[in-house]
């Protein structure tokens, strides 16, 4: 049996199976790894600093216009669209074999494939707020040029800074929204981790509290939880569920 059909197997036979994923589940549909040895050097090159260090909470305070500049050029991809492994996924929920996506991605492609129980760790770039008077915004806002000074955004009723509803460097995730991924993995009997090294923390200790049958690593080089899984596939997230969902006829 190979690792696609053993994969579909776990999945048939699961009492309830969750997905977290990372940058890798994006790549797929041209969204860059900031993070990524090639995101690192052309950060460095450009403003001779890190991706952390701009996209930091500290560095938003101190440099609004850098960090907009960096912000709307790398982390911003309209074109982007859902992949196989984004569409895969929400196939699965839909057959009622996948009870929750925890993505730390913020660029709502897992919605946009029609994923709906998707938990957003690290927020989405999809929605803005003022910081002064707590107004909504869409992203389209911020692109406008008329409704920024320089790079950085301005609220329409205030004057006050509009940032992503994201979570930099230096921020705490929401409470909510951990305790959702908390309660979904421990209920989980099958996690499914896909496209992420699992070096981000906190987000990366999710994992220690799965305590179901399978843990499922799907990820193109290896990470240091390998040896905790059941199972490790290191091809394409975006080829191995497609198979799945070949494999289980969806």
Do not use: W
Request: charged residues 25%; contains cysteine.
């Amino acid at each position: 049996m190979g690792d696609i059909e053993k994969l579909a197997h776990i999945i048939r036979n699961s009492k309830g199976t969750v997905f977290f994923g990372g940058a890798g589940v994006s790549t797929e549909s041209g969204v860059p790894d900031f993070r990524s040895e090639r995101g690192l050097y052309a950060a460095r090159e450009k403003y001779g600093r890190s991706p952390e260090e701009m996209l930091s909470r500290d560095f938003f305070d101190e440099k609004p216009e850098l960090f907009f500049e960096y912000y709307k050029e790398n982390l911003i991809h309209l074109e982007a669209r859902p992949n196989a492994a984004h569409v895969a996924l929400a196939k699965l929920e839909a057959n009622g074999l996948l009870e929750a996506v925890i993505t730390q991605n913020v660029d709502g492609l897992h919605q946009a494939a029609g994923s709906v129980n998707v938990i957003e760790l690290h927020g989405a770039n999809s929605r803005q707020y003022c910081v002064g008077c707590g107004e909504n915004y869409a992203l389209e806002y911020i692109l406008r040029r008329e409704n920024c000074v320089g790079t950085v955004p301005r609220c329409a009723k205030c004057g006050g800074m509009v940032r992503p509803d994201v979570v930099l460097y230096g921020e705490m995730l929401k409470d909510r929204d951990i305790q959702v991924a908390h309660g979904a993995i421990a209920a989980a009997d099958c996690l499914i981790i896909g496209g992420t090294s699992l070096a981000v923390y906190p987000a990366a200790g999710l994992t220690h509290y799965f305590g179901g049958s399978h843990m499922v690593l799907i990820n193109k080089s290896r990470t240091a939880y390998d040896s905790a899984a059941d199972l490790v596939i290191n091809e394409s997230i975006g080829e191995v569920l497609a198979g799945v969902v070949r494999e289980l006829r969806l």
